[in-house]
Nanobody, 121 residues
Framework: QVQLVESGGGLVQAGDSLRLSCAVS????????MGWFRQAPGKEREFVSS????????MYVDSVRGRLTISRDNAKNTAYLQMNSLKPEDTAVYYC??????????????WGQGTQVTISS
């Protein structure tokens, strides 16, 4: 059984940094494309970033490019999202996702429970 557990969220001020972690159990991390989504209050869930099986292909939504950095450590079965220069509009619940086929992540992927990130102005 595959499980994803996020950690690292919290309440910080604008301009601060956070690092989210996503620990995967039940399967080797290299089996999955890994990614992060977020959902702000009253808004749809949106894609934030993804990283391919061994890190060779990375994608970001334009609003976070240059401020957030996705990475993975397959030996530790953990993916990360380093978040710098945080803005109030980054406030959301952040979800980690894993999928063998990223195009099917929404319906066929594995998801964590989410971690709250709140940025105060």
């Amino acid at each position: 059984q595959v499980q994803l557990v996020e950690s690292g969220g919290g309440l910080v001020q604008a301009g601060d940094s956070l690092r989210l972690s996503c620990a995967v159990s039940g399967r080797t991390l290299s089996s999955f494309v890994m990614g992060w989504f977020r959902q702000a209050p009253g808004k749809e869930r949106e894609f934030v970033s993804s990283i391919s099986y061994f890190g060779g292909n990375i994608m970001y939504v334009d609003s976070v490019r240059g401020r957030l950095t996705i990475s993975r450590d397959n030996a530790k079965n953990t993916a990360y999202l380093q978040m710098n220069s945080l803005k109030p509009e980054d406030t959301a619940v952040y979800y980690c996702a894993a999928a063998e086929n990223w195009s099917l992540v929404v319906n066929r992927g594995y998801w964590g429970q989410g971690t709250q990130v709140t940025i105060s102005s």
